[in-house]
């Protein structure tokens, strides 16, 4: 049997863990009986230069699409057809020929407190050290707590969690759906606010990814979660405003309640000193709102925290 869909995947725990959840889910929008998934519509492994570089100074030249390229280039050449991504991990400019075909439901998009002494982010004590390489989160939390030491914490999912384990901090944030997607919530002490901790733009969520031909396919509508789509593509739009990368602190979250999509976007200094943010609201959105409506949105609010930063805008 000839597969009918191949889908290229990073090789980490995370990654197949979302390649996996899709793989089932296309399978079963293609109706292929779930014996035969694994054939029909495989996995194939590639390395990233962002899986090979654990040093960080080289990520921050080389950015998001480190974690992509090689991926996308299998898409071009036709090696694989579909390609599943955090979108959080997802560049604003989709490459010539490829597009962002579908966006399924977005697990829980908030920041996750780990720590194993301390209960919540509010019980840290004084000078405590916080492993994380995300300079959004590093600006958050100083901003509530100025005394943490934020400490450079890099790896998988798993080689994070065993860091802790180690002592090499007091306690650690990693996004709660990463934790969720690898079976690991347990390890969840707390659960930080959407408001205090904003979370990165479509945190959260997925990407899927097909060359620009296929991104109307049948399959790709059965897996897109109109709502999610909507939130993301206002997140992604203030994003590129304020040109968000890992390299900048910048928070965006859109949430859908009654009709209304609210979003909130905001820019921070590294040392969290200072914190620009925006909220503007769509009302009457349903599941057919136009997700240039949403981007627009995101663009404009946006665009409003770049020009108040303005010249104290922050540039790593
Ligand atoms: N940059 C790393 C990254 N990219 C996507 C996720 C998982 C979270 C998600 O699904 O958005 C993570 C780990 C983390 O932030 O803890």
Not at 226 to 247: I, P, Q, W, Y
């Amino acid at each position: 049997m000839t597969p009918l869909l191949r889908i290229g995947t990073r090789r980490s725990k995370l990654a197949l863990a979302q390649s996996g959840m899709m793989q089932r889910a296309i399978g079963r929008a293609l109706g292929v009986a779930e014996a035969d998934i694994e054939t029909l519509v495989p996995l194939v492994e590639i390395v990233t230069t962002g899986d090979r570089i654990q040093d960080r100074r080289l990520l921050e030249v080389g950015g998001k699409a480190l974690f992509t390229k090689e991926i996308e280039e299998a898409l071009l050449d036709g090696r694989v057809d579909v390609a599943v991504h955090s979108m959080k991990d997802v560049p604003a400019e989709q490459p010539e020929g490829l597009a962002i075909a579908a966006v399924p439901e977005r697990e829980d998009p908030r920041d996750g407190f780990i720590s194993e002494h301390f209960a919540t982010f509010a019980d840290l004590p004084h000078g405590a050290r916080l492993g994380t390489a995300s300079l959004r989160r590093q600006a958050q939390a100083l901003a509530l707590r100025p005394d943490l030491k934020i400490e450079m914490l890099r790896g998988n999912v798993d080689t994070r969690l065993k860091r802790l384990k180690d002592g090499d901090f007091d306690a650690i944030l990693l996004a709660c759906s990463g934790l969720n997607r690898l079976g690991f919530s347990e390890v969840i002490r707390e659960r930080l606010s959407l408001d205090a901790f904003l979370p990165a733009p479509g945190q959260g969520a997925l990407a899927i990814q097909t060359r620009e031909g296929d991104a109307e396919a049948a399959w790709t509508h059965a897996l897109n979660h109109d709502l999610t789509a909507l939130a993301v593509a206002a997140e992604r739009g203030a994003m590129t405003a304020l040109e968000g990368s890992c390299r900048t602190a910048v928070g965006a979250h859109a949430m859908i309640e009654g009709g209304v999509l609210r979003l909130t976007t905001e820019m921070l200094s590294p040392d969290g000193s200072a914190r620009w943010r925006r909220v503007g609201e769509i009302s009457d959105v349903s599941t057919t709102t136009a997700l240039d409506h949403a981007r627009s949105l995101g663009l404009r609010l946006g665009g409003e925290v770049h020009a108040e930063a303005g010249d104290q805008k922050i540039d790593l």
